[in-house]
């Protein structure tokens, strides 16, 4: 049970800020550059929750961690 709650608020996690860095690429349509878009995307936090949260999904999909079931 604990593994599949883990999983829902990986992947709501994810989604929610995978969605946020698709909607910073609208920034291009502004004029910035491609430079620019790209630095501001590194700087913030919704990118890093979002590869948080997928090596969070991908260890409880193939059974890595804490919660390993023997």
């Known amino acids: 049970m604990f593994r599949f709650v883990l999983f829902l ?3 709501g996690l994810c989604v929610a800020s995978i969605t946020q860095c ?3 690429l609208n ?3 502004l004029g910035y550059s491609w430079h620019a878009v790209i630095k501001f995307l590194l700087q913030t936090v919704e990118l890093y929750i979002a590869l948080g949260s997928l090596i969070v999904m991908f260890a409880v999909i193939y ?3 804490i919660w390993r079931s023997s």
């Open 9 to 11: 608020l990986s992947y």
């Open 22 to 24: 698709i909607l910073y």
């Open 27 to 29: 920034y291009r349509t």
């Open 63 to 65: 059974d890595l961690g």
